[in-house]
């Protein structure tokens, strides 16, 4: 099993500004997955990070608006950019375990909401 | 496109009584199909796997099966409880990407 921390928890933003959500797993995984969950809704891919390579993004999602950094093994940041009302939604980072077809696990998520 | 749904009206039941979850799915072949449950403010929580080629999967009192001729995966909690309340999450996934995809939930009320 993994255990997934994730900061904030939650934050308020002002339209414009950036907010760098940062994921920290207690031991070394290749793929990191970064979701969102927007209020009432499933989760939506945003893209899978992959250490010493650039993020792989998903249909709707671009490097500009969500960088991806993954310096190591055990960690990831999200920056949500020049945020408006619209990315109001929880983000989540994911491991999995060893394989591909094991469970994923999850942070318990950052709370965003922008004014 | 590929579609997952989920029973969208939340489901309600008398505590003891078995819950029966749903979840459908178009334009996929997953190699493994996986129930998450989801508490309010909380991440999504493991449940069970069950890959394509296994009809029924069963942990404690979670039963899950997986029919991939009818695209559907059922999921089952006997004897539930008021602690069994959540959101419980389908979620598809490819042998070769490792990557998820979610159905949108359903939420399960069990009443004592």
């Known amino acids: 099993s993994a255990v997934i921390s994730q900061k904030p928890s939650r934050d308020i933003c002002q339209r414009g500004t950036s907010l760098t959500i940062q994921c920290q797993v207690d031991?070394?995984?290749?793929?990191m997955f970064w979701y969102r969950q927007q209020p009432g809704q499933s989760l939506t891919l945003i893209a899978t990070a992959n250490q010493g390579s650039e993020a792989t993004y998903e249909s709707g999602f671009v490097i500009d608006k969500f960088p991806i950094s993954r310096p190591n093994l055990t960690f990831s940041t999200l920056t949500v950019s020049n945020m408006s009302p619209e990315d109001s939604s929880i983000y989540l980072c994911?491991?999995?375990?060893?394989?591909?077809?094991?469970?994923?696990?999850f942070g318990q998520g950052t709370r965003l909401t922008v004014v | 496109s590929q579609k997952i749904e989920q029973n969208s009206e939340a489901l309600n039941i008398q505590e003891g009584k078995t819950a029966t979850l749903t979840c459908n799915y178009t334009?996929?072949?997953?190699?493994?199909l996986q129930w998450y449950r989801q508490d309010p403010g909380r991440g999504p929580v493991f449940l069970l796997l069950?890959?394509?080629?296994?009809k029924e999967k069963r942990k404690e009192r979670l039963k899950v099966t997986f029919d991939t001729t009818l695209k559907q995966s059922l999921f089952h909690i006997t004897a539930s409880q008021p602690a069994d309340s959540a959101t419980y999450l389908c979620?598809?996934?490819?042998?070769?990407?490792?990557?998820?995809?979610f159905g949108q939930g359903t939420t399960l009320q069990v009443k004592p």
């Open positions: 994911s491991v999995t375990g060893s394989g591909f077809n094991t469970e994923a696990f």
């Open positions: 031991s070394q995984v290749t793929m």
């Open positions: 979620a598809l996934g490819s042998s070769n990407t490792g990557k998820l995809i």
């Open positions: 334009n996929y072949s997953p190699a493994y």
């Open positions: 069950i890959r394509e080629n296994e």
